[in-house]
């Protein structure tokens, strides 16, 4: 089909509006439209862009997530070096600094005034884009400074970062440097839900930021919500009016569409400078994101210009960082806590302390192996600190003031709980109960089944749970659903009218989606996004269970080792008898007779993956894609030795490309109808 020139026009329309739309709320914190009108501008471009794909441009805010995860990433040199910067840690050696940079000039320049701007020091990962003409071409890590990995289609997914840049006529190249970093409230998300699915927690927002770049898969960094801020920028010599001062850069940056930290000060002296790292000392600690410091750089670019860098740093610049609270205490007792997935970890019990602003009495000790890093004793005198002030930590023993007849800590062998043997896996540093009636997993089993992204069962807390569990009352997820108001009078403090609340919150509960229930069994590394990928790919619980490891390997964003533990959890007798009893029940484990899935038996291409490409004749992608779910077939988004079948349409593009390669069969729309038994279209 030919695209109009009103097409064209539209498509251009909504991607202006949805670009201004999207600059305000992720740069300005202003939004001028309301989520449901973008959401239905986005839906329709969306719409036009799969039904004329030569609508699509690299700008499109469609295109923020890309097809399929990298098999790797490839390392690519710096068009300009990304220098670190020296350390200053305390106000005297800020001092130094400024007199060192004072003298390297010439005797006539050392007398005049200088301005500083200050800006804090995002705890994230540095980042290096680059614009050609206006468009985003380029992002990557910073490496070494002088080469980094490519991670562009990672970049596109952070919403504060421009596709197109905000200039009618945008230079040639612009280089614009930065930092990606998680969001607090991001940040204890992830935790969160990395904690209900059994994975280590990551230690703090640097980490995880850092570790969700280098993801191969950007629709996992599209999950995670990276934010930005822009801090320099580079432009060609020639470009007219350039910004002459850091002050004015930053404020260009925000112009041409870059998120700017707004907690930034121009400051005439020194004097102005040790205000603003003061002020700040204290009110980072109410800030949504982690700082660890305050960058001070000269805000003039010729004096920057005159004064270069180091063999490593700027002259005209350094990182004035706050000291780590840190704090010792006593270690009163070592025990260790069974966590829902069977988990083994050490916590250390502890003399209660002040530690940035909150009282800390336990901190983890991970596993055996840090355990014994540390040399962790009772009775040992320990510095604590938060790791990125979040979580608390054990940073090392004060040897010196170790009690005499103090004796090494080795984990027990048995299980704490319900005294079975305690197991560590080959390869793995957590020791685990395997014991699936151990008491500390029912808990955490129960606790995580009534959670709020799971069953979400109002009234249903951790203490009531240690209540049921403790007097037997329930001895599984299915258990809860036989409870009655006899049975929970039991319990202290449980009266009539909320016995029934109870049970009726219960009830409710089977209300809940499929994917809900699928996250709430609890399934090692299945979280909620994954729950909600696995029953888009497999509609039934069946279909799930009867899946071999490849065909969950090939569900989109589900990697080996999530696709090996669902796999080994459906294997399980006790897991198979469990799923039973909770059909049996009534709870929703998708249906035979939704109108998205056929019925076992007149699933035409069971097993079968599908790749579809192009622009059919009649179907648009999405009804191509649901008619092959309904007769049992799986979706693929990128093309593998893996795929079947590549259900082709006009403008194919290298996907089709990579299929002959591989000799993989092709079908047009009317050969896929024929398979699925000849089901038309409406």
Known sequence: MTVTPQTQQRASQLRQQLQEAGY??????????????????????????????????????????????????????HNIPLYSLENAFNIPELEKWDGRWRRHLTASTTEESAEYVCELKIDGSAI?????????????????????EDITPNIRTIRAIPLRLTLENPPPIVEVRGEAF???????????????????LFANPRNAAAGTLRQLDPKIVDRRRLAFFAYTLHLPEATPNPPQSQWQALEYLQHIGFSVNPNRKLCQSLAEVETYFQQWDSGRKSLPYMTDGVVVKLNSFPLQERLGFTNKFPRWAIALKYP???????????????????????????????????????????????????????????????????????????????????????????CPECDSQLVRPAGESVTRC???????????????????????????????????????????????????????????????????????????????SYPRVLYGLGIR?????????????????????????????????????????????????????????????????????????????????????????????????????????????????????KTDYIVVGDKAGSKLEKAQQLGIVQLSESELLERVGGKEKG
């Not at 997530?65 to 098999?71: F, I, M, N, T, Y």
Request: some cysteine; proline content about 5%.
């Open 324 to 414: 780590a609270e840190e704090v010792p205490t006593v270690v009163r007792e070592i025990t260790v806590n069974i966590g829902r997935t069977g988990a083994a970890t050490p916590m250390a019990i502890m003399e209660p302390v002040q530690v940035a602003g909150t009282t800390v009495q336990r901190a983890t000790l991970h596993n055996q192996d840090r355990i014994a890093e540390l040399d962790i004793r009772v009775g040992d005198t320990v510095i604590i600190r938060k790791a990125g002030e979040i979580i608390p930590e054990v940073v090392r023993v004060l040897l010196e003031l170790r009690p005499p007849d103090t004796q090494a800590y080795t984990m027990p062998k048995n």
């Open 182 to 200: 998680l969001p607090l409230e991001e940040f204890n998300r992830i935790n969160q839900e990395r904690a209900s699915t059994g994975e280590p």
């Open 434 to 512: 395997l014991n699936s009636s151990c008491s500390a997993i029912l808990r955490g089993s129960v606790v995580h089944w009534a959670s709020r992204d799971a069953l979400d069962i109002k009234g249903l807390g951790e203490k009531l749970v240690e209540q049921i569990v403790e007097k037997e009352i329930a001895r599984s997820v299915a258990d809860l659903y036989e409870l009655t108001r006899e049975k929970l009078m039991s319990l202290e403090r449980m009266g009539e009218k909320l016995a029934d609340k109870l049970i009726n919150a219960i009830s409710n509960s089977k209300q809940q």
């Open 525 to 641: 590394y299945v979280g909620k996004t994954n729950a909600e990928l696995l029953a888009e790919s497999f509609p039934t619980i069946q279909a799930l269970s009867q899946a071999s490891v490849d065909d969950l390997e090939s569900t989109y964003g589900i990697g080996s080792e999530i696709a090996q533990s669902v796999w080994q959890w459906f294997k399980i007798p006790a897991n198979q008898e469990l799923v039973g009893r909770l059909q049996a029940i009534g709870l929703n484990f998708g249906s035979e007779d939704s109108p998205d899935v056929k019925p076992m038996g007149e699933q035409l291409l069971a097993g079968k993956t599908f790749v579809v490409t192009g622009t059919l004749p009649t179907l648009s992608r999405q009804e191509a894609e649901a008619l092959i779910k309904q007769s049992g077939g799986k979706i693929s988004s990128s093309v593998s030795q």
């Open 24 to 77: 305000a709320y992720y740069v300005l914190d202003a939004p001028i439209m309301e989520d449901t009108v973008y959401d239905r501008l986005y839906r329709e471009l969306q719409e036009l862009e799969e039904r004329y794909p030569e609508l699509i441009v690299a700008d499109s805010p469609t295109q923020r997530v890309g097809d399929r995860p990298a098999e790797r990433f490839t390392s690519i040199r």
């Open 128 to 148: 290096a884009l680059t614009y050609e003409h206006g468009i985003l071409v380029r992002g990557a890590t910073r490496g070494d400074g002088i080469s980094g």
